[in-house]
């Protein structure tokens, strides 16, 4: 029988071997020995034949996990600096933008036909 | 940094929940815009801009579960209770074209000349076409299936070609039936036929588009190395998606091209 802490009863429950293997409040953020990403990166080809892919063979999600997890307080749509900064705000103005479009639309197109 | 004491994931504060929702809002207002009006500059922001948003949330859950890490046993499962509940929803959605169709077909009008198909209506032959497609689908049912079981065993290069071949035959499908429609000799404003056939069949197909670009993604990140031999739940959120699409096909088959001939 395995147990956890339910921070909704304050009391210890029943769980789940897997729920105890991998308890609540302390899996780590940055992968630690497991390193379970690296298994596809890991595998090494038997030696004298060539990479076993021809697309893009290096695994770059460790670096990519490093920069993402930089403590800079961005949140996570603009954590990549420019390039996401680009991108929202291309979204707003096309959003805020059309919707302003979409009401002034509306509006004329509820009013009754002014021609008599 | 302080840590939680718990095994959920509290988001950064996003604009995407608003933005899509006013994106949701141009888009409609853009089919009232272009329905009524012949004015289709609405319609392209709202489209445009629920393109943008989709792009950058889902990029966004990239980043927050393979680079940060917040996607706990614990968020995958509520995940995966998001995934099976939207699933039964869209299966809900089909229902009522289903119903729809059996409501026309079973008991024909006098108007429709009492029979089903009904008078003047030349069916497309089961046997053909649309026959190809169901072996395309179920072929990539295999494929797809071949990829879950080639991440799980940590063989890339398998888990590869299995995707890819899937993405294929699901662009072969949406180009055959692209065709069909080209030369169908019935359209959708042929009466009852017309329209149980095009409005189910359509958004079929659109959920096939849908489940062939979700799929596509999936190659990108599976090169990527993104996903582990345990951990994998786009992969598999997509494999679900794509073996609803093909169980929707398999009736619509059998009821509105077999039965309904």
Do not use: D, N, Y
């Given at each position: 029988m395995y147990y956890r802490f339910s921070g909704f009863t304050q009391r210890l429950v029943g769980a789940t071997a897997a729920a105890a293997y991998s308890p609540q409040g302390l899996k780590p953020l940055v992968p630690t020995i497991e390193s379970p990403d690296l298994i596809f990166g890991t595998s090494k080809p038997a030696p004298g034949l060539p990479a076993a892919d021809p697309f893009l063979s290096t695994n770059k999600v460790p670096d990519l996990q490093k920069v993402f997890q930089r403590s800079d307080g961005l949140p996570i749509h603009l954590k990549l600096g420019y390039p996401d900064r680009m991108l929202y705000r291309t979204t707003m103005a096309l959003t805020i933008g059309g919707t302003i479009y979409c009401l002034v639309a509306l509006f004329f197109a509820s009013r009754p036909k002014k021609e008599k | 940094m302080a840590h939680q004491a718990h095994s959920y994931h509290m988001v950064d504060?996003?604009?995407?929940p608003i933005l899509g929702a006013a994106a949701a809002l141009l888009t409609t207002s853009g089919l009232t815009m272009w329905f009524h009006y012949n004015s289709p500059q609405l319609l392209i922001m709202g489209l445009l801009s629920t393109m943008l948003v989709m792009f950058q949330w889902w990029r966004d859950i990239v980043r927050e579960s393979t680079f940060q890490g917040h996607h706990t046993p614990t968020v995958q499962k509520g995940l995966r209770y998001g995934m099976a509940l939207f699933i039964t929803s869209e299966a809900f959605f089909f229902l009522g074209f289903f119903w729809a169709f059996f409501h026309s077909s079973l008991a024909p009008t006098p108007e429709l000349?009492?029979?089903?198909?009904?008078?003047?209506i030349k069916p497309l032959n089961p046997m053909d076409v649309p026959l190809l497609n169901t072996a395309i689908l179920l072929a990539s049912g295999v494929t797809v299936t071949w990829a879950h079981h080639s991440i799980t065993e940590a063989n890339r290069k398998q888990a590869i070609h299995a995707l890819t071949l899937t993405v294929l035959l699901g662009f072969y499908f949406t180009a055959l039936q692209a065709m069909e429609y080209y030369e169908a000799p019935f359209s959708i404003a042929d009466g009852v036929y017309g329209s149980t056939f095009f409005v189910a069949t359509g958004f079929h197909g659109l959920h096939v588009i849908i489940g062939s670009t979700f799929l596509l993604v999936c190659l990108a990140r599976l090169i990527k190395y993104h996903f582990t031999p345990n951990h994998h739940f786009g992969f598999e959120a997509a494999a679900w998606y794509w073996h609803f699409v093909d169980v929707v096909w398999l009736f619509l088959y059998i009821s509105i091209y077999w039965w309904g001939s």
């Open positions: - | 504060p996003s604009p995407w000349g009492g029979q089903w198909p009904p008078v003047g």
